[in-house]
């Protein structure tokens, strides 16, 4: 069988700073456990558009739509702050997500016990805590049509968006979201607003066909997603996995991701409709940004993006056991102490650089 191909664009500011540490890791598995990926690096964000005026070539495209799974930095930054927004690095990644249509965005939210006293919550509300929040994430309220801001019968304008699903849209992430629940705690809990959006009634009753229909084994409640946020800071180990659209999950995912620590922690998975090889189109990036602020200086914590990649082998390669492993070494090592300055107290030691992380994390 051929190698698993990965596509590696690890993009502006602190982005390629944190891949460097992946790399490592990749080099690792072929040298250690005999798994060789077929890497091919290239260009996203700012520093396409520095070489090629685009955020993304058509060729590096190209090659997103053929591999397994794409392993993505970080994109912009305040050099490319007044670019035309049809070139800015941002628009890179929303052509990747577009093209591919990864309709499905996994964002685990997940306590590793080292940091439960780092957290200013409650350690026995967040210590052992394992969730997922799948965002539905090509539709909805942020692409319905008609939007725009146009003049109003009084004189003055009106804004407009328009939610809307489609029973294949809302299947579609359910079906992802069901599939996930199976290999964890087998608990779904939908999300939306069916008292007030008639979306959301439709969302709910779709949910409900998938479960009946094709998942009945799994556990599904719903529950209206102003309710999910409160329950979710008051006691978020109720849940497993919670199935959201697209605007519910943008805020639902970073509610739930920063109960357990720094944004340089956090991955996050996007995937699209599995392929003829049963392997599904991905897109694994850490959650947070190109962080100029820090970018150049050997500050960055490489474990969002570490993370990231042992999610890629878990849902592109079938290798829960070295994502398991991969995660296992993080443990150790910040349950051993190391912190990046992001992960340090006001009143804490000294921080160690983002080299020093990513070599930890190798060494166990
Ligand atoms: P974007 O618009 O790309 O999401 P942003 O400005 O919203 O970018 P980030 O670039 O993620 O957000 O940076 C937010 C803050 O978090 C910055 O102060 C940055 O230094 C910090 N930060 C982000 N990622 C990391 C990391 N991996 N390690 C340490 N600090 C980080
Ligand atoms: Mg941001």
Redesign the pocket.
Known sequence: MANPSLLILAGD??GPE?MTEVKKIITWFGTKRGVHFDVTEDLVGGCAYDKHGTPLHDDTMARAMQVDAVLLG???GPAYDNLDFSVKP?RGLLRLRKEMDLFSNLRPAQCFDALADFSSLKKDIISGLDIMIVRELTSGVYFGEPRGIFPDNEGGRVGVNTQRYTTNEIRRVARSAFELAKRRGNKVCSMEKANVMESGILWREEVQWVHDHEYPEVELSHMYADNGAMQLVRWPKQFDVIVTDNLFGDILSDCAAMLTG????LPSASLGAVQANGRPKALYE??????????GQG???????ILSFAMALRYSFDMGDDAARVEKAVETVLANGAR????MDKDGGTPIS?TQMGDAILAA
């Open positions: 500011g602190i944190v970080a994109v912009g941002e720094s944004l340089g922690m850490p959650v947070h940004g190109s962080a100029p602020d820090i970018a500050k960055a914590n490489p474990i969002a993006c990046t300055a992001d992960l983002t």
